[in-house]
């Protein structure tokens, strides 16, 4: 997986019936129809996941989320050979889906939630995301605070980039993520992609930085589209300045578009 083109565009498949964004949702063949499509559109990834992360959420067990995710996972793999993203902060749902021929493993609490989970990405050689939130997914928008969103978002990266090299991942394998809408209020969340060029650089090594803000909440705020169906051009103009800025990755709903998109700033900015 590359980086020296247009940004990467990681399509969205949520194997359950919660995620906020109800299209997004898919059980099964269903699922695995959706991902071949956003192939078809052009996505360079795909990210499969089987417990919401909305807020207001809840944990799921891993017999649940396995039931869920594993026969899709082996059904796609089957079908093509495009990388796999699968969002689990568990690893024995990791250790299935790598079985099953995953490549990525987007754990939103960082390797941090399961003792067992960097030490498995390490021994596999899996790629990891590590995400930064707030509190736990049935809590995290409690009257989150910050005095310097950005600031803490380094620290805690550091700390997890340290915990994922301690494991031995290597550093190739580390992908960022700043959690955008994790515990976050509206003006963290813009602060956050306008100094997106700073979450990059952890310690002294530039990593890529993957934008999770399709859809979100925040973008409704701002356009007055409490709906998520109405939020397309708020999203795309959202991941137009992530890229901007220096995401490497785009998470999205909407792939045919936002491949349009990447293309479209890489061919007018190509040193971004």
Do not use: W
């Not at 995301?129 to 950005?150: C, S």
């Not at 930085?209 to 399709?214: D, I, K, T």
């Amino acid at each position: 997986m590359g980086f020296s083109g247009p940004a990467l565009v990681m399509a969205i498949v949520n194997c359950n019936e919660d995620s906020y964004y109800a299209p997004s949702r898919a059980l099964g063949e269903e699922a695995v129809e959706m991902a071949l499509a956003a192939e078809e559109d052009g996505a360079a990834i795909v990210d499969f996941g089987a417990e919401s992360s909305r807020p207001l959420s809840l944990y799921i067990d891993a017999e649940e989320e396995l039931r869920r995710l594993i026969p899709v996972i082996e059904a796609f793999r089957k079908r093509s050979s495009l990388p796999i993203s699968v969002d689990t902060r568990k690893a024995a749902v990791a250790s299935a889906a790598l079985d099953c021929g995953a490549d990525i493993i987007n754990d939103i609490s960082a390797l941090a939630d399961d003792p067992d989970m960097a030490a498995l990405c390490a021994r596999r050689g899996a790629a990891v995301v590590l995400m930064h939130k707030k509190g736990l997914p049935h809590n995290m928008q409690e009257a989150p605070y910050y005095d310097d969103a950005v600031a803490e978002i380094r620290a805690y990266f550091a700390s997890a980039v340290e915990r994922a090299q301690a494991a031995g991942i290597r550093a190739e394998k580390i992908i960022l993520d700043p959690g955008i809408g994790f515990g976050k209020r509206l003006e963290d969340n813009l602060e956050i992609i306008r100094r997106l060029p700073s979450l990059a650089e952890i310690s002294g090594k530039d990593y890529p930085v993957l934008v999770g803000l399709s859809r979100k909440s925040f973008i409704g705020e701002i356009c007055g589209r409490m709906d998520p169906n109405e939020r397309l051009a708020g999203t795309l103009a959202a991941n137009g300045a992530a890229i901007m800025g220096g995401a490497k990755i785009i998470r999205v709903h909407d792939v045919k578009e936002h491949v349009d998109l990447a293309k479209m700033l890489f061919a007018l900015c190509p040193e971004r």
